[in-house]
């Protein structure tokens, strides 16, 4: 089942892994008013991940500019965490897509193993179903989707997409690097709500 790969420590040191060479492609891109950046991260206390999460996820990784007058915070894309939802990605995702999928015993011992309650789960079906699709974001990626993923399918149908192999972390990768754009500040903003 797919939850067995979210719950091991190596699952999540390998996304680290990826967040490092996303913030690293930042960090090199620099400010856009041609300063340096330097390492400023914010802490984090997520939740869903597994028993022995490694310490590095006490960290969002993050950026300021060092350049007086600037001091631009530039917050890289992430696979680990989703924007400000306390709980990790991958569980976000995971969760609430097998409230959508066949068996509601499964679902339900799934809540109980990451420790996620009923009304959390309510909100994130709300958040893929009616708040994910008016993204910009979505607008945009939705048409790489042949055919295309129906609204009330999500997010079980971008699981089904991208995870071929249930024990695969590359795909794991590739669903959770495809959702990174909305990661970032103003990542989730649509038009007309704040
Ligand atoms: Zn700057």
């Given at each position: 089942m797919y939850h067995e790969l979210i719950r091991h420590a190596s699952f999540?040191?390998?996304?680290?892994?990826?967040?490092?060479?996303?913030a690293e492609a930042a960090r090199k891109a620099g400010c856009p008013c041609g300063g340096q950046l330097h390492r400023a991260?914010?802490?984090?206390?997520?939740?869903?991940?597994?028993?022995?999460?490694?310490?590095?996820?006490?960290?969002?990784l993050s950026f300021c500019c060092d350049r007086d007058g600037c001091r631009k915070?530039?917050?890289?894309?992430?696979?680990?965490?989703?924007?400000?939802k306390v709980y990790l990605g991958a569980v976000v995702v995971l969760v609430a897509a097998?409230?959508?999928?066949?068996?509601?015993?499964?679902?339900?011992?799934?809540?109980?193993l990451?420790?996620?309650d009923r009304r959390t789960i309510a909100r994130w079906r709300v958040f893929w179903r009616e708040h994910f699709p008016q993204t910009p974001f979505w607008k945009v990626a939705r048409s790489r989707f042949v055919p295309k993923l129906a609204i009330a399918n999500l997010p079980r149908a971008l699981l089904d997409a991208f995870i071929h192999r249930e024990?695969?972390?590359?795909?794991?990768?590739?669903?959770?690097?495809?959702?990174?754009?909305?990661?970032?500040?103003g990542g989730l903003l649509i038009e007309g709500i704040s």
């Open positions: 999540w040191a390998f996304l680290f892994f990826v967040d490092q060479q996303l991260d914010y802490p984090r206390k997520p939740r869903g991940g597994c028993e022995n999460l490694p310490e590095s996820y006490g960290k969002r915070r530039v917050t890289p894309r992430s696979v680990r965490f989703l924007g400000r097998m409230r959508q999928g066949p068996s509601p015993r499964r679902a339900r011992e799934l809540s109980e990451f420790e996620v024990d695969s972390k590359e795909d794991w990768k590739r669903l959770l690097e495809f959702l990174s754009p909305i990661t970032v500040t």
